[in-house]
T-cell receptor, first 114, second 113 residues
Framework: KAGVTQTPRYLIKTRGQQVTLSCSPI?????VSWYQQTPGQGLQFLFE???????NKGNFPGRFSGRQFSNSRSEMNVSTLELGDSALYLC?????????????FGPGTRLTVT | AQKVTQAQTEISVVEKEDVTLDCVYE???????LFWYKQPPSGELVFLIR??????QNEISGRYSWNFQKSTSSFNFTITASQVVDSAVYFC??????????FGKGTRLSVIA
């Protein structure tokens, strides 16, 4: 079974631009979560989607948004990029949104904002 | 609010030594789940184990073992006879109900040949 895939793997953008990251979950998984990882803040939760609905959202500004498609693939968008948005963005999928699920992570997209 | 503390920021050991990574969690809920993930240099978090709050049995998987003690709110991870391939950042995480995973800051383990 293929794992979680994320594209692109690396991205360099300029301040003020916007970016879209993509995540394809493991086949059969309906829940997709996004995390931001930085050296200073560690792993921080962005949002979770289940069956095309956002069910949880972390403490990030409105510049960060996401969506999930009917095939469970998900995208996240960051508008008006800031230097502080430079980070590794990790996507995770799980079979269901039950409280005991394991999340399986993709390799991440490393975003650099200059 | 829930919290996970991994007090060891970095650990360095010589190959074949045993090493224990500490994890202390905080929650008032009686039902919760604890996880360990490994993040090698490639960046992907690899799931290692899940433990629910009602199961305090220790678990062993090859060279890996986990010690869950509710009395001290700890979920420690031991690698026996460490190998260079064990070098990575290890994260402990806590989950309550339908809330997101809460991760500790991670422990960077370096195993020197």
């Amino acid at each position: 079974k293929a794992g979680v895939t994320q594209t692109p793997r690396y991205l360099i953008k300029t301040r003020g631009q916007q970016v879209t990251l993509s995540c394809s979950p493991i086949s059969g998984h309906r829940s997709v979560s996004w995390y931001q990882q930085t050296p200073g803040q560690g792993l921080q939760f962005l949002f979770e989607y289940f069956s095309e609905t956002q069910r949880n959202k972390g403490n990030f500004p409105g510049r960060f948004s996401g969506r999930q498609f009917s095939n469970s693939r998900s995208e996240m968008n960051v508008s008006t990029l800031e230097l502080g948005d430079s980070a590794l963005y990790l996507c995770a999928s799980s079979f269901d949104r039950g409280d005991s699920y394991e999340q399986y992570f993709g390799p991440g997209t490393r975003l650099t904002v200059t | 609010a829930q919290k996970v503390t991994q007090a060891q920021t970095e650990i360095s050991v010589v190959e074949k030594e045993d090493v224990t990574l500490d994890c202390v969690y905080e929650t008032r809920d009686t039902t919760y789940y604890l996880f360990w993930y490994k993040q090698p240099p490639s960046g992907e978090l690899v799931f290692l184990i899940r433990r629910n709050s009602f199961d305090e049995q220790n678990e062993i998987s090859g060279r890996y073992s986990w010690n869950f003690q509710k009395s001290t709110s700890s979920f420690n991870f031991t690698i026996t006879a460490s190998q260079v391939v064990d070098s990575a950042v290890y994260f402990c995480a806590l989950k309550l109900g339908n809330t997101p995973l809460v991760f500790g800051k991670g422990t960077r383990l370096s195993v020197i040949a």
